[in-house]
């Protein structure tokens, strides 16, 4: 694999099983869509090499990255939460509650959980959060590829829906291309209103 584990401290796994659930989420930056949860059991006897933090690979690398682990894991989930319950909830808490539906929707269902981050998202299964995760242990980098292909084909069906935002390219972040275009045509429907840049325009109409 791809992970240089001795490039950071050891992580001590209180739990010794099959159904250890690597956890991640992406899109918690964009102004705009869902914010997309993965979770993932890998399996041991079907090892996938080339696992890593989903942000170091290519498309196309992540794309085929993402067949092998839906073709092998023990299970694997995606699940969602919505611009609407971002605005709602705040995108913390709507990023924890993506996570527990993924979490959830394994099948069958894990033991413990590895979560990327410094938090557990509330779920009443026992795990530890994993600073860098996604780059130290190889279910949270499958579930982070598993939500980063998710997040990214939800961006390219918004581009053809509307090219003139270029969300193929930016997939939602806020760079100088989307800005201008939210400048230029207006928020969406799917745009987060509670985000700052959202909000400014919507306070211009």
């Known amino acids: ?96 509650l993506a996570m527990r539906r993924a979490i959830d929707a394994l099948t069958p269902s894990a033991e413990y959980l590895l979560v990327d981050g410094n938090k557990l998202p509330g779920h009443r299964l026992p795990g530890q959060a994993v600073v860098k995760g996604d780059a130290r242990h190889a279910a949270i980098a499958a579930a982070s590829i598993l939500a980063k292909v998710a997040r990214d084909s939800q961006m390219v069906t918004l581009d053809m829906r509307y090219p003139e935002y270029g969300f193929a390219r930016h997939k939602g972040y806020p760079t100088k291309e989307h800005l201008a275009a939210l400048a230029a045509h ?20």
């Open 1 to 96: 694999m791809t992970i240089n584990y001795a490039a950071y401290p050891p992580i001590e796994i209180a739990y010794i099983g099959q159904r250890l659930a690597g956890v991640d989420e992406v899109g918690r930056g964009p102004l705009i869509g869902s914010v997309v949860a993965a979770a993932v059991i890998l399996d041991p006897a079907h090892p996938i090499d080339g696992l890593t933090d989903s942000k170091k690979l290519s498309a196309r690398r992540r794309e085929a990255l993402d067949e092998q682990i839906r073709a092998r894991a023990i299970a694997f989930a995606v699940a969602e939460a919505s611009a609407a319950e971002v605005d709602a909830l705040n995108i913390y808490h709507a990023t924890h």
């Open 186 to 205: 207006g928020p969406l429907p799917d745009h987060r209103r509670s985000f700052a840049p959202v909000q400014r325009q919507l306070a211009l109409l």
